[in-house]
């Protein structure tokens, strides 16, 4: 091997090196991503790695709910490798940036004005990208002023010269050349002048390596010449070359996430379920999403490197309040002089109080202030008024309505946003019952249909006066698998009757009997499962697709409801040591795990969640039966 191999062997590992120690550095400092980070990485290490082999940019684009740490990522790595004197970041919502400064209209302009260099490598990180939209939810096209140089970056990395700034300088020369012309023989003629920002784009635009004091002095003859110039020996040489860009799209795509993205009021849901759930996205679903914001031909300009960021992990969410606690504690003893140990329940509470699993770390760094910012000063103020000396520990629990100092054998309560808490609370023993039986009712009629246990049912809930139970979804729905989601709809209120008679049954099933309904209804007119298949009255629009020949269906509907309603009643019946076991753990611990489930109920439940009825194996029967007959006539 020759030096020169051997030299560049060298570099190419010292530089792969580099990178591996990145990424160890940023799974340090950003908890519950190290997936995340390792594709970053892995797609960032050909542009590291061998720039000189990269002849358009390199796109990665991140997609996730806020507050998970996207743009966070992108700084940070920046940082790291060397390129913060080489990092622009736009925020593409069109305001940001200088919203005075006429460069801050487009992307090259603000590259020109940044430490990137045209033909060499930088970093640009397009943030907030999905308010950057091209078209509205019908599909058409929305106006949009700022920024419009972007596809072209993204395609080639190419930018060809503002021709319509160039135009604008044009059209002032002509101007000012028209009122000399006509001014009064005793009036001062007006020498004309280009204003320092029109100095810019000319030197800029046409690669000039004059000065801009010099080129602010030319004549309009002098820069007259430089556009025919410009024009003549033809435009493709006056592309700027970005060509070794790295550029980082950025955004929250909520279409996405369904339902979950919205429901920011949300703190009741648990961190982990939710992170399965949006750790399934893909690049299919990112481009679904794309394609009811852009068009066709721009999605495609953003490649196929999409990362998509699921929601941060109990793990994650418990590692980040460790390391906020631990700083909190820090700061307050060196500015107080006492020391101080958290138990475990402040912890607890902290993560109780501050975890909204769609808003991502936001809400938590908000909460973390609010309760041990304060908390611990509180503390200390009440350490010291109690004549604690420097050095002396105090220790701050928690119990769910407050924090709780101690020092020398003497405690105080300190009172600390734990809302949330007391929001969950049911000190009610009635409605706890009440609520207890109902979500029990769903829940094991549930897993006796679908043969898994929800994924959970609580009854201690913040966000709205009731409880819930959360089942995995489905890929297919077959008739069977319908009439089951029916019976486990009607199943709270069953479990009502069952328990407390008819007189006492509540009016909390009225969203379950419309939900049932719903279910039944589409079964019998629009998913062909009746004795009839309705016909779907069409129009322009898709959304306007409605079965208006109701009257038919809607006693086949009624009594699907009424024998679902009584199936629920006899599994319920059958099964009263389970129901009154998940009713008892509701009303001790407030909710049910799957694990827990099992454990209460003594059911087996071993189907998997991905679990689909049998039609490989009804296939295979079929294709069976169908090869007998033919032997029989063979």
């Not at 300088?169 to 101007?175: C, G, K």
């Not at 820090?330 to 607890?348: H, I």
């Not at 890929?475 to 069953?494: P, Y």
Request: hydrophobic content about 40%; overall charge negative.
């Amino acid at each position: 091997m020759s030096d020169s191999q051997t030299n560049l062997r060298d570099q190419l590992a010292q530089k792969n090196q580099q990178l591996q120690n990145v990424a160890a550095q940023l799974k340090t400092e950003l908890f519950g991503i190290d997936a995340i980070i390792d594709r970053a990485i892995d797609a960032v290490r050909a542009w590291y790695v061998l720039p000189e082999l990269v002849t358009r940019p390199v796109i990665v684009c991140l997609w996730g709910l806020t507050g998970t740490g996207k743009t966070q990522l992108v700084r940070r790595l920046a940082q790291l490798l060397g390129f913060y004197d080489r990092f622009v970041e736009v925020q593409m919502d069109g305001f940001s940036n200088g919203a005075g400064w006429r460069g801050a209209q487009s992307i090259s302009g603000m590259l020109a004005e940044s430490g990137v260099r045209e033909g060499e490598p930088g970093i640009l990180a397009l943030d907030e990208f999905q308010r950057f939209r091209t078209i509205d939810v019908k599909r058409s096209e929305l106006r949009v002023e700022r920024y419009q140089d972007v596809w072209a970056l993204l395609s080639d990395g190419r930018l060809p010269p503002a021709l319509s700034l160039l135009g604008d300088i044009e059209a002032s020369i002509a101007e000012a050349a028209f009122d000399a012309e006509r001014a009064d023989a005793d009036e001062v003629k007006r020498r004309f002048k280009l204003r320092p920002w029109e100095a810019q784009e000319l030197q800029r635009n046409l690669k000039l390596d004059e000065p801009l004091l010099e080129i602010m002095a030319w004549t309009p003859e002098q820069i007259q010449q430089r556009l025919r110039a410009f024009r003549e020996e033809g435009q493709q040489q006056w592309d700027t070359d970005y060509t070794r860009l790295l550029v980082f799209v950025c955004g929250n795509l909520d279409e996405m996430y369904e339902d979950l993205a919205t429901s920011v009021d949300d703190c009741d849901s648990d961190a982990d379920i939710f992170h399965a759930l949006t750790a399934k996205l893909s690049v299919i679903d990112v481009k679904q999403a794309l394609n009811k914001r852009f068009k066709p031909e721009q999605v495609a300009r953003l490649g196929n490197e999409h990362i998509v960021y699921p929601s941060l992990s109990r793990q994650a969410y418990e590692q980040l309040i460790a390391q906020g606690s631990a700083r909190y504690v820090r700061e307050t003893e060196a500015r107080c002089g006492l020391r101080f140990e958290l138990a475990a329940s402040v912890r607890e509470q902290i993560y109780a109080n501050a975890v909204f699993p769609a808003q991502g770390t936001r809400p938590l760094f908000s909460s973390l202030h609010g309760i041990l910012g304060a908390g611990l000063a509180k503390a200390a103020l009440w350490a010291l008024a109690q004549g604690a000396d420097p050095g002396d520990l105090v220790g701050l629990a928690a119990d769910g309505r407050s924090l709780v100092a101690h020092w020398r054998g003497q405690s105080q309560a300190i009172a600390v946003p734990f809302e949330i808490s007391r929001l969950r609370q049911r000190n009610n023993a009635d409605f706890r019952a009440l609520l207890a039986v109902h979500e029990a009712g769903h829940g094991l009629v549930h897993a006796l249909l679908f043969g898994r246990a929800p994924r959970e049912i609580k009854i201690h809930v913040a966000s709205f006066e009731g409880g819930y139970n959360t089942y995995t979804s489905r890929k297919v729905w077959s008739r069977q698998n319908l009439e089951d989601a029916i019976c486990t709809s009607l199943a709270g209120r069953a479990a009502e009757l069952l328990v407390f008679g008819p007189a006492m049954s509540s009016s909390g099933a009225e969203s379950d009997l419309r939900k049932a309904t719903e279910t039944a209804a589409r079964m019998w007119r629009h998913t062909g499962h009746g004795e009839r298949i309705g016909r779907c009255d069409v129009s322009s629009e898709s959304g306007e697709h409605l079965l208006t020949d109701v009257e038919a269906t809607n006693a086949p509907v009624e009594a699907l409801l009424q024998a679902e309603h009584g199936r629920a009643t006899r599994l319920l019946a059958d099964h009263r040591d389970a129901l009154l076991a998940l009713v008892d753990e509701l009303m001790a611990q407030g909710q049910v795990t799957p694990t827990r489930f099992a454990q209460v109920t003594g059911l087996t439940l071993d189907r998997p969640a991905e679990a689909l009825d049998a039609y490989a194996q009804r296939l295979a029967e079929f294709r069976d039966a169908d090869n007998a007959v033919a032997r029989l006539r063979a």
